[in-house]
């Protein structure tokens, strides 16, 4: 099937689709295997490998993956991950649907009102992560309003009990518009009649959301959960501008340590072991996520 | 009060709720702005003062002289801009041959890029570092935007749009003797605006807000992207809240006029990306 005849137009049209597609997907292909599967092999063979980027590499079996295990720095990390992870996930898989069943609602002035609602999402991590590292300063606003009520001054990213909930509150602020709307695509593509069947049935709005709403809304809500684990999973810009993973590494996700061991103390083979910890997260996730995909119809 | 009007009261309170959490969302961009334009003493002054007594304009070029601002908002514009066109024709080509060809390993080809998404540059950070290296390309516009020019998000995408345009429409093209790459310039590409809208839009977003991939492979002043520049000197000049901000506003205004203009595409492609269609 694969032979090449003398000249394109001697091939058979057959033939000559069947090329045509493959050559029409080829140049994305290449890209992925040079930046995507060669560094993921890369990795792997890295992860058993001695290397500082000067001197070439030294094969040191399991010694990493050793030394990773025993480094508590890495333990604390992959539980701030976790924490992370869940603590932003969770409140957003509530708090965006809310938001998406009150955008749904009919109501005037509604373009502008999810205009509003939806403009931040637009808005760079970077300018998110100044206004708030600005808001958090000891003498910012947020110590003003809670003054005003009565809670006392916290430095809250340089104290460690504060640091990681006040990134979490930044990542779920964040997350509502973007998941919010993602949602209401959902309730949009939900027929009316389910809904009026339900009511003239004698269901309340209570009963016709658990009943009717929900169980519809089931593909878009379990891709809501493995996308909000995911993008929750990568976080780093905020632990390094925000507070450079501390105080005592309260806030060093697993990017940030994967990052600081790598080119900050240049151990790649150590960084290697470590990413391949944050690939069993996204591996166990996205395989979830394409049974999902699947199911949502594309093949 | 009957329960029809009781009813109604309530659906009112639940609007102006809703309205009144506009609020909430929109706050911190509000006090960016109005931050940005109060002097430095007004910035942290009690009781709390939401608007400057007197718009300080002169912070927004006092603040842009303080680093190399005109060249890192043209590195991240060139940047978001090559790899937002890089996505475009990759992912559609790609997007193209998988929905309407037939060739061996088809399916096997469409799982493999779907997969990649579970490798996102922090897990292949240290490799791709590596290999970039290896190409030459470390301190170089070519490295910034090379590893990032094709997504297999983007592949998904144009092939779901794709697979829903009509065979007869490529059919009729291909009877009238039109070459397979004239089908796609003259046929595919402007019957599938919208999803290419979308997509050019979130690449675009995407890659203007790049922070950790430049932060890796570059460390020379000129070829930095304007997030870099900012935490830099936000780093180094921690106390200038007020010259912060105002490069936070200036940093926010590519996005936030690309979002006004073309809010419905913006809003449509995220939509498309909850597995939609």
Known sequence: MFRQKAGWRGLSLQTRLCWAGFLFVLPALLHLIAFKFYPMVEAFRLSFYTYDLMSPPVFHGLENYRAVWNNPLFHQSFWVSVKYMFGVSIPEWFLALALALLLNRRMPGRPLIRLAYFFPIAM????????????????GVVN??????????????????????ALILIGIWRGIPLFGVIYLAGLQSIPKEYHEAA?????GP?????????????????????MSLLSAMKVFLNPLVMTEGGPNGTT???????????????????AAAASMVLFAFAFALTLIQLRLLRRGGVE | MSRKALMRWGGRLVTLLTIAGIGLTLLPYFWMLSSSLKTGSEVFELPIRWLPR?????????????GAFGVYFFNSTLVALAVMAGNLLFCSLAGYGLAKFRFPYRELSFRAILSTLMLPLEIVLVPTFLVVRGLG????????????????????LM?????DLPDSLIEAARLDGCSEHGIFWRIILPNCTPALGALALLTFRDNWDQFLWPLIVVSKDRLKTFPLGLAQMEGIDSAAYHEIMAIAVIAMIPTAIIFLFFQRAFVRGIALSGLKE
Do not use: C
């Open chain 1, 124 to 139: 760079s991590q970077i300018v998110v992560a100044m206004v708030w590292k600005f808001m958090y300063n000891p003498l």
């Open chain 2, 159 to 163: 092939r779901q749009y794709i697979k």
């Open chain 1, 252 to 270: 060093r996700v697993l990017p940030y340590f994967i990052y600081e061991t790598a080119f900050a103390y240049h151990r790649m083979g150590e």
């Open chain 1, 199 to 203: 009511t003239i049935d004698g269901a």
């Open chain 1, 206 to 226: 209570w009963q016709s959301f658990i009943h009717v709403t929900i169980p519809l809304l089931m593909p878009t809500i379990l891709f809501v959960m493995v």
């Open chain 2, 137 to 156: 390309l470390v301190n170089n516009y070519g490295g910034l935007i090379l590893p990032l020019a094709v997504d297999a998000f983007g592949i998904f």
């Open chain 2, 54 to 66: 007197e718009p300080q304009w002169s912070n927004y070029p006092d603040a842009l002289s303080r």
């Open chain 1, 144 to 165: 003003t309003v809670l003054g005003s009520v009565g809670v006392g001054r916290i430095n809250w990213l340089a104290t460690e009990e504060t640091a990681l909930p």
